[in-house]
């Protein structure tokens, strides 16, 4: 396999967690009630809508092609999310438990891409600029998960 073959398929894999938690976001902002929540949800979508056109630029920028939507797992994930709000109400702690585990799915990806040390430095930088920004997404999510509790 090419070196940009291989980048490309490492970024690729994170644009699909990004495509999927955009959209996990998106719905997590339609079951729950506080504007608040709505608000941050929304943000963390297009946080996350912007970290997957940075990658998508930079699969391009090797000549490779990028993936077009998310997977399967992503998809089984936000039906379990709906399907959970349905059964608790839209219990508001129960969507945010559910992005919390979703974001530290992501967090493991982002590490597990990161510890290649044969990435160029630009796109190790990026990498590590939204693997930070997940981290904090994450912290946010706990308070705002204790302030609902």
């Known amino acids: 396999m090419k070196y940009t073959e291989e980048i490309s398929n490492k970024l ?71 399907l959970k709000s349905l059964f608790s109400s839209n219990d508001e702690e129960a969507i945010l438990e559910e992005a919390i585990k979703g974001e530290k799915a992501s967090l493991d990806e982002y590490n597990e891409v990161l510890k290649d040390r044969t990435l160029p430095p630009s796109i190790d930088s990026l990498l590590f600029n939204q693997k930070n920004a997940i981290q904090a997404a994450i912290n946010t999510e706990k308070v705002h998960e204790e302030l609902v509790s």
């Open 12 to 82: 690729n894999e994170l644009l699909v967690k990004n495509y999927d938690a955009e959209k996990g976001y998106l719905n997590a902002a339609d079951h729950v009630d506080s504007t608040d929540l709505k608000i941050f949800f929304r943000r963390r979508a297009t946080e996350r809508s912007e970290f997957a056109k940075q990658i998508r630029t930079e699969i391009l920028r090797y000549g490779e092609d990028p993936k077009e939507s998310g997977s399967f797992k992503g998809t089984m994930h936000r039906n379990w999310m709906s």
